[in-house]
C-alpha cells in the first residue's frame, strides 16, 4: 500500500506543486445527498463515491469540452494498477444526461468510474465558477493538445453529428478536482478559472497517494520514484 499523505485543502498553483496559494473551503457535507447518476440512469448519492476510501474525483465542463476530452483521454493512459496499489477511485463527473456517458467513454477510451450531475447540485453548492477567468500568468493544460479554433470546431462537429443535438451540458460551467476519503474528509481541491486550467494529473496522484508518476508527453511510461 502507498504512504498515507497529510490531508491537503488548500488549492495548488500552476507553477510548483507545493507552492499553496488561497484556501478553498470545501464542506462534502453540503452536497453528499447530491445524486449522480451511471451510465444507466441508476441514482446513487454522491458520498457513496468516496465513503469508503480514497477518492480522486475530476469534475469536466461539458463532455463536448474538447479540452475536456484530450484531459480525460489522458486519464484514461492511468494504469490500473498504479490505482490499486495506492488504494484510491478514479472518478469523472459530467454535468449531461446519463445517455452521453457511452458515447463519450468509447471516444475517450476511459475505463473507470463516470458519473453525472446533470442538475448541477454538486458544481454549484461547491461555488465552482460559471465563467471563464484568464490571467496573464496562467499555465496552460499540458493535457491538451489542440489550439482553440481547431478544438472549437471539434466540438461543434461532435455536437451536430451526436444522434441528440444538444450541448451535453451547461458550456458556461467550469469544472474542478477534489480528493476526499475516507469519509468527508477533504484532502485537496482545485477549481478551474477557465478550460484550460486543469490539474495536472501526475500532481493529482502524487498528492493522492501515488507512487508513479506518469509521463503524458508522448506514450505514456512509469517513472518510478
Not at 480514497?54 to 489522458?74: M, P, T
Not at 488504494?87 to 444526461?97: E, F
Not at 447540485?121 to 489542440?146: D, W
Request: glycine letters at 6%; proline letters at 5%.
Amino acid at each position: 500500500m502507498a504512504e498515507e499523505v497529510s490531508p491537503v485543502t488548500r488549492q495548488v498553483t500552476k507553477g510548483n506543486v507545493e507552492t499553496w496559494s488561497q484556501c478553498v473551503d470545501v464542506r462534502l457535507e453540503e452536497v453528499e445527498d447530491c445524486l449522480v447518476y451511471d451510465r444507466h440512469g441508476v441514482s446513487a448519492p454522491f458520498k457513496k463515491l468516496y465513503q469508503d476510501r480514497r477518492a480522486v474525483i475530476i469534475f469536466l465542463r461539458n463532455f463536448l469540452c474538447y479540452s475536456c476530452k484530450e484531459y480525460v483521454d489522458d486519464l484514461s493512459k492511468i494504469p490500473r494498477e498504479a490505482l490499486e496499489d495506492a488504494g484510491i477511485r478514479l472518478i469523472v463527473i459530467g454535468q449531461s444526461a446519463h445517455h452521453h456517458i457511452e458515447p463519450f467513454c468509447s471516444l475517450t477510451g476511459y475505463p473507470y468510474e463516470i458519473y453525472v450531475d446533470p442538475q448541477r447540485c454538486i458544481y454549484q453548492k461547491l461555488g465552482m465558477k460559471r465563467e471563464q477567468i484568464f490571467t496573464n500568468t496562467a499555465t496552460p493544460s499540458p493535457h491538451v493538445k489542440s489550439g482553440v479554433f481547431l478544438g472549437q470546431m471539434k466540438s461543434i462537429w461532435r455536437a451536430m453529428t451526436s444522434p441528440l443535438f444538444d450541448f451535453q451540458g451547461d458550456l458556461h460551467q467550469q469544472g474542478g478536482a477534489i480528493i476526499a476519503g475516507p469519509g468527508s474528509q477533504v484532502h485537496f481541491s482545485h477549481f478551474d478559472m477557465n478550460h484550460l486550467d486543469h490539474m495536472p494529473i501526475t500532481w493529482l496522484l502524487q498528492l493522492a497517494g501515488v507512487q508513479q508518476t506518469l509521463d503524458f508527453s508522448d506514450k505514456p511510461k512509469i517513472l518510478h520514484v
